[in-house]
């Protein structure tokens, strides 16, 4: 029989579970996919945010959205659309419950209980797929999921979810930066302002210096580089700062440290204030990109 079995709500940054279905099903072939779900509930950033896995007669179905993860256990036989459709309603009457500052600051496990009575009602109501009276939503999915899959993970990715081997986690990391981060604040975006101004500067000035060595082949190519060192060093920490990386804030410090480089370089070409203002520029986009955390993360002081 196709049906729900289970579904939780966790948090993505730790996995603190925050809310989950009471479990009367108590087959050894459950309890055993609830373990391969407990394990993989601590390591959804690492994944894409749509997934999929099959273990034996279950299919464990999961979903993140603003640093939250949607999970549940059903046969294998239950149909994928319903699966998402049912994660997605959990996530859109979550999100409308509880404000992210709550669920971020929350301590202890099962904090948000009460929000199990919902849970059991719509696993109810997606039990009996023909009492369902959601067919534009789920179409929508049906469309969503057309073009935009849910990732399948392989019996190698659940023994990395098992066992956690740092060469399976690394398969992910190219795919996990779709995680959320938070709003942007002001600063953030004055800081992103200056640095693309100061990367057209360099631009500008490295254009400039090539004209220089075509009518004069004495000038020295090297500024040209550091020109545009700088440039990519800029773009690279606005790019960095709207967007989640791994290893971000080391990244954000290695280009400034490029910055730093490249304006100590161009000395003989800018004067004091200006070489402080590209500095200075570079050090304030960094201190954003460290405070804009993962939904869910708090702010990072540590390289």
């Not at 000035?205 to 060595?213: N, Q, Y």
């Not at 490249?262 to 004067?271: F, K, Q, W």
Request: proline content about 5%; charged content about 20%.
């Amino acid at each position: 029989m196709s049906m729900v079995l289970f579904a939780s709500v966790v948090r993505v940054g730790d996995g603190l579970p925050l809310s989950a279905s009471t479990d009367y099903e108590q087959g050894k072939e459950l309890q055993e996919t609830k373990k391969h779900l407990k394990g993989l509930s601590k390591k959804l950033g690492q994944f894409p945010d749509r997934c999929t896995l099959k273990d034996g007669p279950f299919n464990v179905n999961f979903t993140s959205s603003l640093g939250v993860g949607y999970l549940m256990v059903c046969t294998a036989s239950y149909p994928n659309m319903l699966a998402f459709c049912f994660l997605d309603e959990l996530m859109k009457e979550f999100i409308v419950t509880y404000e992210t500052r709550r669920i971020s600051g929350a301590v202890r496990p099962y904090s948000f209980i009460e929000f199990d009575t919902f849970i059991q009602k719509t696993k109810q109501r997606y039990n009996s797929p023909r009492s369902l009276s959601t067919k534009i939503n789920l179409a929508d999915m049906q469309t969503e999921i057309r073009l935009r899959p849910p990732y399948q993970l392989s019996p190698e990715d659940l023994r990395a979810i098992n066992g956690f081997s740092l060469h399976a986690a690394s398969k992910y990391k190219g795919i996990a930066p779709t995680q959320m981060l938070q709003p942007v604040s002001l600063p953030g975006v004055v800081s992103c302002v200056l640095s693309v101004l100061c990367g057209g500067l360099n631009l500008l000035r490295g254009v400039h210096a090539i004209e220089s060595i075509l009518q004069n082949e004495d000038e020295d190519f090297n500024s040209v580089i550091a020109f545009f060192l700088g440039t990519a060093a800029c773009l690279y920490q606005c790019y960095l700062f709207c967007y989640f990386s791994v290893w971000r804030n080391s990244k954000s410090f290695l280009a400034l440290a490029l910055i730093c480089l490249s304006n100590m370089y161009l000395y003989e070409l800018r004067n004091v204030w200006q070489i402080l203002f590209h500095v200075a520029a570079g050090a304030f986009m960094t201190l954003q990109i460290r405070l804009r955390q993962p939904l869910g993360k708090a702010p990072d002081y540590n390289v």
